[in-house]
């Protein structure tokens, strides 16, 4: 198991920037390849952000120069950067470590979960 705790969602305006936080305990945040997702009531979870053990980032299309994913080593902590926030990013927010060097930003290929946060974008 790779402890996983999220924390730093919040209320916010359209425009407004969070950044979110996830903790790792028990490894390396280096380790894995780490990704945040976001899940609205009755819809599938989507992958956000991820970052690979060296580094490389990927994003997907509804957050790409809005969202930056960085990770502190010498903490050991994941964070996700948000600015320019929408109303439709609206969800609770995951932190996600994989055991695959470089996989798609789906929920199957990985197996460590924190449990989430709440972020609320208001127009």
């Known amino acids: 198991q790779v402890p996983l705790v999220e924390s730093g969602g919040d209320s916010v305006q359209s425009g407004g920037s969070l950044r979110l936080a996830c903790t790792v305990s028990g490894y390396s945040v280096s380790q894995y390849f780490m990704g945040w997702f976001r899940q609205v009531p009755g819809k599938d979870r989507e992958g956000v952000a991820g970052?690979?053990?060296?580094?490389?980032?990927n994003y997907a299309d509804s957050v790409k120069g809005r969202f930056t994913i960085s990770r502190d080593i010498a903490k050991n902590t994941l964070s996700l950067q948000m600015n320019s926030l929408k109303p439709e990013d609206t969800a609770m927010y995951y932190c996600?470590?994989?055991?695959?060097?470089?996989?798609?930003?789906?929920?199957?290929?990985?197996?460590?979960w924190g449990q989430g946060t709440q972020v609320t974008v208001s127009a």
């Open positions: 996600a470590a994989s055991s695959f060097k470089t996989p798609p930003l789906k929920t199957s290929f990985f197996g460590h």
């Open positions: 970052i690979t053990s060296d580094g490389t980032r």
